[in-house]
Nanobody
């Protein structure tokens, strides 16, 4: 399984970015796709996840970020709006699949919010 995340970059406060993560060589059925982030000196934290049952967002992401997926392309997206300096972090995508069961992480894409 390979997860390739891209779309990060430098953006000013209030700006937007769209992250994408493509999962390839998936042999099982994808159960969950999601985004997590890790800021300098902090632990990795949940941002948003999506399953067949719906979506889940961290409180800090609600109202500003939107997660979506394209099942045909095994791709998960994260639309980041109204970005704040505290959103600066490396954003990682995660895919949990079953049959066989796997829990895979991408390499991360850096989002920097600064003026």
């Amino acid at each position: 399984v390979q997860l390739q995340a891209f779309g990060g970059g430098l953006v000013q406060p209030g700006g937007s970015l769209r992250l994408s993560c493509v999962a390839s060589n998936i042999r099982g059925t994808i159960n969950l796709m999601g985004w997590y982030r890790q800021a300098p000196g902090k632990q990795r934290e949940h941002v948003a996840t999506i399953t067949d049952n719906g979506t889940s967002y961290a409180e800090s992401a609600k109202g500003r970020f939107t997660i979506s997926r394209d099942n045909a392309k095994n791709t998960v997206y994260l639309q980041l709006n109204d970005l704040k300096p505290e959103d600066t972090a490396v954003y990682y995508c995660r895919v949990i699949s079953v049959l066989p069961t796997r829990d895979d992480w991408g390499q991360g894409t850096l989002v920097t919010v600064s003026s």
